[in-house]
């Protein structure tokens, strides 16, 4: 079966709707009744901790969806403690707040002494290919439907493929470019301008579009605001052409190929609040009666995504295929919420701490889990030294701490140490050994209180996701997200693809690989 397409209600397309998973069955949600049920799943009717606090009870939101004769959506459950507290606070300050004691007391009995391998199994869902499934204790039953609704909720991020085909081969070259193209180029990045390459090019040639505008990088009309990075791609396109024009004179086929050009490029700032008109202008060898531009932007940063939904209202834009990251710097308010509908919704509000939690990478996340990985004990370290700064310095909170390399091969007096000097306090202050060795051996404790803070990352890019299509609906277009990129590889891997004219049948061929 291929991935499952979300998609805003009533845009064309088949009136789909779009689809959430849900243990044991699909269940088919509009995008409004979608973004209606997120915002409210963390405010789900806060209880004090009682004896039945593991078990299943209806809240009143369950009985306003029963009363209304509408199925409820999966969040009857009226959890011990509020979920958006795992968020609001950060691993760092695991020991400083005692946040192990924030959560209850049989999800502390259920998540206490797992190994890093089992939290990727047990809580977030992501064994190994071929590994069986055992709970060694019952959990709390709000623990799991937690989980359950945090997966039925979020957006699919599963692609058509389990392993990128251009990888078989060799996993860090893509088959699919050829060598000059791989150049300077991570495989991380091959893959993903392989993919939207080919995506950009199936919608330009549905949509009739005569020019590619790529917002962040370089496709046909390229604009960046950075002079430096225009100057190095600039260099970059030369040194390509120069490249394939050797090949050319060595093809001793005598095949002939079509006349190359590198990208226009344009140094320009785009304003998320103002129409940029450089973006907007066609190339010198647009065809008569005015260029149809496709709109791109791979990974548009912050108010960048803001800026490019707000240009695809222009008449000249048929296409916009859009990829955004960097959920944290949108701009408060402007760039979240877009849609109407989701600025009315009570309790829609994302705080900035919830918007980076979005940007982390879950399925890089697990595999480190399932490895074990050794610098999955820098959460604690980093932790541990929050105490010793505020110890020393206590209106000093959460200072960046950078530089310290190879910190997990360190013990963790040296850690503590190194990280006092790199927020400029004295390295030579004296330390608790006991304390410190104490909070070493709770490591599982705190990489558990992350990764459950992580379980709700999908959850919070689907709601940022979702206010986005319903934006792209409310201006009368029609607007999809297709999971494009192996989110191992690529963990913003959802591309969001609108057009001004339903596109039918014609939508599903997007999705799929050249073969």
């Known amino acids: 079966m291929g991935p499952l397409k979300q998609e805003a209600p009533g845009t064309g397309y088949g009136s789909r709707r779009a689809p959430t998973r849900q243990r044991g069955r699909r269940a088919d949600w509009n995008a409004r009744e ?38 409820p959506h999966p969040c009857p459950v009226a959890l011990p403690f509020h979920p958006g507290r795992l968020h609001h606070r950060e691993a760092k300050e695991f020991f400083t707040d005692n946040l192990w004691g924030t959560l209850p007391c049989s999800w502390q009995e259920a998540l206490d002494g797992l190994n890093p391998p089992q939290l990727a199994t047990l809580l977030l869902e992501m064994p190994r290919k071929g590994e069986v499934v055992r709970y060694r204790s019952v959990w709390p039953l709000t623990l799991l439907a937690l989980k359950s609704t945090a997966r039925a909720l979020a957006f699919t991020r599963t692609p058509g493929f389990q392993t990128p085909s251009e990888f078989l081969e060799n996993p860090s070259q893509s088959s699919r470019l050829t060598a000059p193209f791989r150049k300077h180029v991570r495989s991380k990045k091959q893959h993903e301008i392989w993919r939207l390459g080919e995506l950009v090019k199936k919608l330009s040639d549905v949509m009739g579009c005569t020019q590619v505008v790529d917002v962040g990088s370089g496709q046909v009309k390229s604009i960046e605001g950075d002079q430096r990075l225009v100057g190095r791609a600039q260099r970059l396109d030369q040194e390509l052409l120069q490249t394939l024009e050797k090949e050319d004179r060595r093809n001793t086929q005598g095949v002939q190929t079509g006349l190359r050009c590198s990208p226009h490029h344009v140094v320009q700032w785009v304003d998320s609040t103002a129409l940029c008109e450089e973006l907007l202008l066609p190339l010198e060898n647009s065809p008569p009666g005015g260029a149809r531009l496709l709109l791109t932007g791979l990974h548009a940063c912050g108010d960048l995504s803001v800026a490019l939904l707000r240009h695809f209202s222009c008449p000249e834009v048929a296409a916009l295929a859009l990829v955004g990251c960097c959920y944290m710097k949108l701009s408060d308010p402007g760039g979240y919420p877009l849609s109407q509908w989701v600025a009315t919704l009570p309790g829609s509000e994302l705080s900035y701490r919830l918007r980076e939690g979005a940007c982390h990478a879950l399925e890089e996340y697990a595999e480190r889990l399932q490895d074990a990985a050794p610098g999955l004990r820098t959460h604690c370290y980093r932790a541990a030294l929050e105490t010793a700064i505020r110890r020393a310095q206590p209106e000093l909170r959460r200072p960046g701490v950078q530089g310290i390399p190879r910190s997990h091969e360190a013990k963790i007096e040296q850690y503590v140490r190194h990280g006092l000097q790199c927020v400029g306090l004295d390295p030579q202050l004296p330390l608790d050994a006991a304390a410190l060795h104490a909070q070493q051996a709770q490591e599982n404790r705190v990489v558990a209180f992350f990764s459950l803070a992580l379980l709700l990352a999908p959850l919070v890019e689907t709601l940022i996701l979702l206010d986005r299509l319903l934006y792209v609906q409310e201006q009368g277009f029609h607007a999809e997200l297709l999971p494009i990129f192996s989110p191992e590889l690529s963990p913003r891997n959802l591309v969001m693809v609108a057009t001004k004219r339903p596109l039918g049948q014609a939508f599903s061929v997007l999705e799929t690989e050249y073969s």
């Open 34 to 71: 979608a973004a209606r049920a997120l915002p409210q799943c963390p405010r789900l009717r806060e209880a004090e901790p009682s004896p039945d606090a593991g078990r299943l009870r209806p809240g009143p939101l369950l009985r306003e969806e029963e009363a209304a004769g509408r199925e």
